[in-house]
């Protein structure tokens, strides 16, 4: 089964700007640390006054698994630390095992469209 | 450490796994009354009631009035998903300590399984629903909790150099003592290879890595030490407790998969029951996963990090083994009610109801519960001598 990505007022921001081919994260205005879209509050100072930044699409994989079950074949999800420092969770493209994405392949970001719903950051082997 | 204990009087499990023809509802009412009846006491002797449900299902504290309870003292639901049971009980004991209520009843009931069709749907369903940022991890794949506990998984298995053979020993450990547990699910010998042949449910988790998914209900009543004295059963005093919430920031640096609550519940609760790891007789642990058993077990302490898959592979944890550990099969092979199962468990141990899985030595037990991806924490310390 395919589910789509579902804007909200909140993320609206961040789907825009994927829309537009940018991958954006949160930045605190008051101690600089960079945090995760979905950041409202700082992890760092707890700032709830935070800025949007563009990430460089650089990463890192952290952990690796394999959905078997997906269709058409088996999908290669992630958490992938980004070089300003958040997480994402997302899938790996053009991979098919576990052995292809070991811990700290770097990845780079590819965005992804569909027909249904929002584009959403995936990542290819960075080579 | 208190000096008195609260107290836990009475159990009821009602028939659980592919039961069918009633809702949580109907299930969490039948657990309480099997529960009141266990202690020798009556509907009447109630006055608090905590419930503990699954968004979506029928349950929640108007069980009260299912169950014609009048004048409670204490009412409320309770949620920190897996982690809810230990919380409960926590909860009961301060108010019969305080003076607050007598007689608490703790439940907690589910109804995932539908006839024809499998029960993990139910358990997908919140993924689904999702709107804004989490949708596009949803979009992306991340359709189940499966998904989740893999990424802690594999993080774990990487850190420590861990094979898919470590965690099948779990549940090869966890099987053989269902075989003796007349409620469990799973009841045919289970050996490596076939939990090998077992299909990937999420790479590196395999079906028999997985906990099942079961329909029924559980109930605890909890009273004070002097109550106690003239009610049937042993009594299980509740020396210790804790909760550790972590709430992870997925970041660098994260302890994400590596290190849980339990690191902070454990060592509190056993602190407060004034005991070490070395007193503790049986360890009933929550396992949604062959991992969260094993990530849990260090963080309480029973062993190094990174060294729990050795005691499991050398049969520490099973029957016979130094370390009792999930001795009816647990949620990977007896049933699955959320943190009631490891609770149960350990109370039907420690009063000596266990037949032919008994433990000898069953005076003290550790009983952790586990809510969300590692997200909360519960651990009770109970044993049969009060401080």
């Known amino acids: ?127 | 450490m208190p000096e008195r204990n609260a107290t836990i009087v009475g159990y009821g499990l009602t028939e659980v796994g592919k039961v069918f023809g009633k809702t949580a509802r109907g299930f969490a009412a039948e657990a309480v009354r099997l529960a009141v009846a266990d202690a020798g006491l009556s509907l009447g002797d109630v006055d608090g009631l905590l419930v503990n449900a699954r968004a979506g299902t029928d349950l929640n504290l108007t069980l009260a009035r299912t169950l014609g309870l009048e004048n409670l003292r204490l009412l409320s639901e309770i949620n920190a998903f897996g982690a809810s049971a230990a919380i409960m009980i926590a909860q009961a004991s301060k108010a019969v300590l305080s003076g607050e209520a007598e007689t608490v009843v703790c439940v907690f009931a589910d109804d995932p399984k539908k006839q024809n069709t499998g029960g993990a749907h139910a358990y997908r369903a919140s993924s689904l629903t999702a709107t804004g940022f989490r949708s596009a991890e949803t979009a992306a794949g991340f359709t189940s909790v499966n998904h989740r506990y893999a990424l802690a998984a594999r993080r774990y298995m990487d850190h420590y150099g861990l094979t898919s053979s470590h965690l099948g020993a779990v549940a090869v450990s966890q099987r053989a003592w269902a075989l003796d547990n007349p409620v469990a699910q799973m009841r045919s010998p289970l050996t490596l290879d076939e939990y090998h042949q077992s299909r990937w449910v999420v790479e590196p988790l395999h079906l028999l890595d997985c906990c099942l998914v079961s329909n029924g209900g559980a109930a605890v009543v909890v009273t004070t030490p002097e109550r106690a004295r003239d009610l049937p059963n042993t009594p299980v005093y509740v020396r210790g407790w804790g909760q550790a919430h972590p709430g992870y920031v997925l970041e660098r640096d994260s302890d994400f998969g590596l290190v849980t609550g339990a690191a902070i519940s454990g060592p509190a609760a056993l602190k407060m029951a004034g005991m070490t790891v070395d007193d503790i007789d049986l360890r009933e642990i929550y396992d949604c996963y062959t991992y969260t058993l094993l990530v849990t077990l260090e963080d309480y302490g029973f062993c190094g990090k990174g060294e729990a898959a050795e005691l499991a592979a050398s049969g520490a944890l099973a029957p016979g083994g130094t370390l009792p550990t999930n001795t009816g099969g647990g949620q990977l092979s007896s049933f699955y009610l959320w943190g009631m199962t490891p609770l149960i468990e350990a109370l039907t141990q420690l009063r000596g109801e266990g037949g032919r899985r008994q433990i000898r030595e069953h005076a003290t037990a550790i009983v952790s519960g586990n809510g969300g991806i590692l997200d909360h924490h519960g651990t009770l310390v109970l044993a049969t001598n009060s401080a």
């Open chain 1, 1 to 127: 089964m395919k589910f789509s990505a579902i804007r909200d007022e909140t993320s609206a921001p961040y789907f825009d700007a994927l829309r537009e081919g940018r991958l954006i994260l949160r930045s605190c205005t008051r101690c600089g640390h960079i945090g995760r879209p979905d950041t409202l509050s700082c992890s760092s100072c707890h700032s709830d006054e935070l800025t949007w930044v563009g990430s460089t699409g650089d990463g890192v994989v952290v952990s690796a698994v394999v959905d078997h079950a997906s269709a058409p074949e088996p999908t290669v999800l992630a958490l992938v630390e980004l070089r300003e420092g958040p997480w994402l969770a997302s899938r790996i493209l053009d991979v098919a095992t576990a052995s292809d994405v070991p811990v700290c392949t770097p990845v780079r970001l590819r965005i992804t469209e569909f027909v249904d719903g929002e584009a959403i950051p995936m990542f290819v082997l960075a080579t």
